[in-house]
């Protein structure tokens, strides 16, 4: 009872640094040093680590997350009439871009089983765009949530049928892999996140494109320095400032040497939370031959009582948890009249607007121990 214990954090940043932290100060101090804040050696240095990592042929580093999704939408012309399809259970990011460039996001739902897009839904909604012939279908976003990867190669299949580009919204996942091979080589881009709590993150805002694709990852690397290209100050196409700064390069550098055993002490406490909650609630299962990064832990309760009445005990014994997501994006104000407006019958999207009741999402990061994790899960059973 008096043992003194560590705060369980939904995540925890602090202990992995601890580990790290007199490589990550040399590193800055050596970016200071030689003053190359942009473009410095770093920042290819870690695209060509990223690469070998997942096995993607070309890595470009950018500013983030989302300009990793809006820079490849841009390099394949999306924009007015195009229909990009995409889950409604997400973070914001994936529905923002395509309306950024003029698109139109059609929300697709998603299966309770995977939290990932429902590839029944999909074939609808594809039909429901053709059929209206106002939209082109263009592209399908498919999002890895939680570090959980869609099913790639049946979203492959659809679209090669239709002359769709497939991107994958890799930013909760990176280190997952499908059938032994590592998201980056599914589908025709992988958009990457380091944004602090992802599974590699670093210390600000930054992100990354994979491809197979030589003449999409030059367009990438295009379209992050304004379109430049030829040589500087002549402009090619219209582009934006998306680059990963030298900073954020060495700091992820510093923890790639941590990062597959990170991924190994996710997969242990996920492991030991359906131990030991599995009879009670449900748990995200283990996936036919999927190997997932498990960057958020998230469990369903029956209804959204019981998920608040959870939540809130936990809160009183100083265990955090949260909600991803709590609405839909059709719901979202922003979104919800463009939903409405963008194909004349659209079929309701049941399952995600009952995941964002019941979903709750538990501590998870590498850094937990297991008595921590049974206290969570203690805890957790206790509240039901
Ligand atoms: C975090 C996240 C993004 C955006 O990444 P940023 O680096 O924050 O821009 C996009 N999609 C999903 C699913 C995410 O979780």
């Known amino acids: ?10 995540f925890d ?30 920042v290819a240095e870690l695209e060509a680590a990223l690469a070998a990592f997942s096995g993607a ?7 983030s997350g989302t300009d990793a999704l809006q820079i490849a939408m841009m390099a394949e012309g999306i924009g007015r009439g195009d229909a990009v399809f995409l889950p409604a259970f997400t973070y914001t990011a994936t529905a923002e871009v395509p309306l950024v460039l003029g698109a139109t996001p059609i929300f697709v739902d998603v299966e309770e089983g995977t939290f990932n897009i429902d590839l029944a839904d999909l074939r609808r909604r594809i039909a429901l765009v053709e059929a209206e012939g106002k939209l082109r279908p263009r ?6 949530l939680f570090g959980r990867p869609a099913d790639w190669p049946a979203i492959q299949a659809i679209c090669a049928e ?29 958009a990457l996140s380091f944004y602090p709590t992802k599974t590699l993150g670093c210390y600000g805002d930054g992100g990354a494109l994979l491809t197979n694709d030589a003449d999409r990852a030059a367009l990438y690397r295009q379209l992050r320095t304004h379109g430049e290209g030829g040589s500087r100050y002549e402009v090619l196409r ?81 265990i955090p948890s949260g909600i991803y997501y709590p609405k839909p994006l059709h719901h979202q104000p922003a979104y919800a009249a463009g939903h409405l407006a963008s194909i004349g019958q659209m079929p309701p999207l049941p399952v995600a607007e009952s995941l964002c009741g019941r979903i709750l999402a538990l501590p998870m990061h590498p850094y937990l121990d297991t008595a921590q994790v049974d206290r969570v899960a203690a805890a957790v059973r206790g509240a039901l």
């Open 13 to 42: 940043m602090a202990a992995q640094q601890a580990l790290i932290r007199a490589d990550i100060d040399r590193r800055i101090a050596s970016v200071l040093d030689s003053g190359r804040f942009i473009n410095g050696p770093e």
């Open 139 to 144: 592209a399908v976003v498919g999002v890895d």
């Open 238 to 318: 219209t582009g934006m400032n998306g680059r990963l700064d030298t900073i954020q390069a060495t700091i992820l550098l510093a923890k790639m040497p941590l990062f597959e055993g990170e991924l190994a002490a996710r997969r242990v406490i996920a492991a030991r939370y359906a131990e030991q909650l599995g009879d009670a609630v449900r748990v995200p299962g283990e996936m036919e031959g999927a190997e997932q990064a498990w960057g958020i832990y998230s469990i369903l309760l029956r209804d959204e009582a019981e998920r608040d009445r959870v939540k809130a005990s936990l809160q009183a014994q100083g």
């Open 1 to 10: 009872m008096t043992a003194v214990t560590r705060p369980i954090g939904l």
């Open 162 to 190: 239709k002359g769709m580009f497939t991107l994958d919204d890799a930013a909760q996942a990176f280190g997952a892999s499908l059938h032994g091979k590592r998201l980056g080589q599914w589908a025709d881009a992988a």
């Open 57 to 63: 042929a070309h890595c470009v580093g950018v500013s």
